[in-house]
């Protein structure tokens, strides 16, 4: 199992630190995190967040990332495919790989943020339409000398990327939180980043291991990724920590909360849409799921976890491992004691 952290570079107003001492407080704890036997770090991409500058780069991130490590791999979780050139992320992603010596996880998505497409200039009708010829043209990008392609939405003449990427080929994962994303995932013989809303984990996990069969690819062979809100902080007093870390989830709660019910509201979503009919919180796990006494305990959310699919890797506290704002250094301790208390556990 490999156990990674989740780094979205939220900075927010009520806790700011001047942006260049946070990039480095948030690298000086990656790099702690290597130490400590995490796995993976993964990065999202959100843009045009005024009030804590989500991270818009996640490839320029995880270049800085590279420079400062090792061994840890290092992930993006996920980059909107739809609002760039594939040709473009196919050559940033070859370098991450070599800066890293072949670390990097090439993570895809659709993204669901209205404002996002509006500002890029970009239909959400075409998402899907964009994201299918992107794959395909990193795909090729990165595994052939030289390629032309001709789609609706990308036309490339000539192409090719130099130099190439260290793995041959690079990993490449899709998101998925339902069955056409799965579909999606399987067709291309991407490992499959498993969103899961309302518990639909294990159908969602299904159709894509049915979409991998359908074309003769064994599903045990590609990687499958889930995400575990809360449990992550292992305290001795945890009242006392659970309001160490009140205001930090509050806010970063409240943001998420406010994209994930426009997206559903509007009529963009319509997964987030039918999951809100039915009753699904669309906010994360209050401040009192994020704090436990004892590592077995989150052993126990594992190993029920694993119950829904054969996930290879977890990350923990959704999008972002470390609450926004919340200062890196007293971060620390909670990294370490997760580290032996859970970590070692399925070593």
Same mark, same amino acid.
Request: hydrophobic residues 40%.
């Given at each position: 199992?490999d156990?990674? @952290?989740?780094?979205?570079?939220?900075?927010? =107003? $009520?806790?700011?630190?001047?942006?260049?001492?946070?990039?480095?407080?948030?690298?000086?704890?990656?790099?702690?995190?290597?130490?400590?036997?995490?796995?993976?770090?993964? @990065?999202?991409? !959100?843009?045009?967040?005024?009030?804590?500058?989500?991270?818009? %780069?996640?490839?320029?991130?995880?270049?800085?990332?590279?420079?400062?490590?090792?061994?840890?791999?290092?992930?993006?979780?996920?980059? @909107?495919?739809? *609002? !760039?050139?594939?040709?473009?992320?196919?050559?940033?992603?070859?370098?991450?790989?070599? *800066?890293?010596?072949?670390?990097?996880?090439?993570? @895809?998505? *659709?993204?669901?943020?209205?404002? =996002?497409?509006?500002?890029?200039?970009? &239909?959400?009708?075409?998402?899907?339409?964009?994201?299918?010829?992107?794959?395909?043209?990193?795909?090729?990008?990165?595994?052939?000398?030289q390629?032309?392609?001709?789609?609706?939405h990308?036309?490339?003449?000539?192409?090719?990327?130099?130099?190439?990427?260290?793995?041959?080929?690079?990993?490449?994962?899709?998101?998925?939180? &339902?069955?056409?994303?799965?579909?999606?995932?399987?067709?291309?013989?991407?490992?499959?980043?498993?969103?899961?809303?309302?518990?639909?984990?294990?159908?969602?996990?299904? %159709?894509?291991?049915?979409g991998?069969?359908?074309?003769?690819?064994? $599903?045990?062979?590609?990687?499958?990724?889930g995400?575990?809100?809360?449990?992550?902080?292992? &305290?001795?007093? $945890?009242?006392?920590?659970?309001?160490?870390?009140?205001?930090?989830?509050?806010?970063?709660?409240? %943001?998420? %909360?406010?994209?994930?019910e426009?997206?559903?509201?509007?009529?963009?979503?319509?997964?987030?849409?039918?999951?809100?009919?039915?009753?699904?919180?669309?906010?994360?796990?209050?401040?009192?799921?994020?704090?436990?006494?004892d590592?077995?305990?989150?052993?126990?959310?594992?190993?029920?976890?694993?119950?829904?699919?054969?996930?290879?890797?977890?990350?923990?506290?959704?999008?972002?491992?470390?609450?926004?704002?919340?200062?890196?250094?007293?971060?620390?301790?909670?990294?370490?004691?997760?580290?032996? =208390?859970?970590?070692?556990?399925?070593?």
């Open positions: 199992m156990f990674g @952290l989740c780094f979205n570079f939220r900075n927010p =107003e $009520p806790f700011k630190q001047p942006s260049p001492e946070f990039y480095q407080d948030m690298l000086r704890q990656i790099a702690f995190a290597e130490e400590l036997g995490f796995g993976t770090v993964w @990065l999202p991409e !959100h843009h045009f967040s005024p009030g804590d500058g989500y991270n818009p %780069a996640p490839l320029t991130v995880a270049a800085a990332i590279a420079a400062r490590t090792e061994r840890i791999k290092i992930g993006t979780w996920l980059l @909107l495919l739809p *609002l !760039h050139h594939p040709l473009a992320v196919a050559e940033s992603a070859a370098l991450v790989d070599i *800066l890293s010596n072949g670390r990097f996880n090439l993570g @895809l998505g *659709l993204g669901y943020r209205r404002e =996002e497409y509006e500002a890029y200039g970009i &239909s959400r009708r075409h998402r899907a339409g964009r994201m299918e010829e992107g794959i395909e043209i990193i795909r090729r990008a990165l595994g052939e000398e390629f032309s392609f001709e789609g609706r990308f036309q490339v003449t000539n192409g090719s990327v130099y130099p190439k990427p260290v793995q041959r080929p690079l990993p490449l994962w899709v998101g998925a939180r &339902s069955k056409p994303a799965a579909q999606r995932a399987a067709r291309h013989d991407a490992s499959l980043l498993l969103i899961d809303v309302d518990g639909n984990a294990r159908r969602t996990y299904d %159709a894509y291991a049915e991998l069969r359908a074309r003769g690819r064994d $599903p045990s062979d590609f990687g499958v990724h995400m575990m809100l809360g449990s992550f902080f292992i &305290s001795d007093d $945890p009242e006392r920590t659970r309001e160490e870390i009140r205001p930090y989830l509050d806010w970063e709660k409240t %943001a998420m %909360a406010g994209w994930y426009e997206s559903a509201t509007s009529g963009h979503d319509p997964v987030l849409l039918e999951a809100m009919r039915g009753g699904m919180r669309m906010r994360p796990p209050s401040v009192a799921d994020y704090v436990v006494r590592g077995s305990e989150i052993v126990a959310a594992v190993e029920r976890k694993l119950e829904e699919a054969p996930y290879t890797h977890l990350v923990f506290g959704g999008g972002n491992t470390t609450p926004a704002g919340f200062p890196a250094e007293k971060m620390y301790p909670y990294l370490e004691r997760f580290a032996r =208390e859970v970590i070692e556990r399925f070593r």
